[in-house]
């Protein structure tokens, strides 16, 4: 192989590289950005005051207003404590909220 076209692979690689690493870091910019937004402090499941019901699963043999309680707090790690039951729960503990 000729000396001018080994020169010409490698700085081919170089601009590859470049252009690859230029990629990911642009990539990882953007998900940092959508990131942020979606810890937007209005944007919570619950909010203090909301009434929750756990799922069925959680507690079997309970009406559904047995298992419907009051959230006390919204703490920092996404979590609830709740008025009348111990313990700190997350959103997937309950039932969606159907809009429809």
Partial sequence: MKSRT???LGGLAVVVGAVGTAGA???RRNMTAVTKREKNPRDVWARPGM???FR???MPGRDREARTFRVKELLPSGRVSLHDASGEHTETEFEAIDFG
Avoid: D, G, R
Wanted: no cysteine.
């Fill in 6 to 8: 080994k020169w010409f």
């Fill in 25 to 27: 870091f642009v990539k």
């Fill in 51 to 53: 009434m929750v019901t």
């Fill in 56 to 58: 069925a699963e959680l």
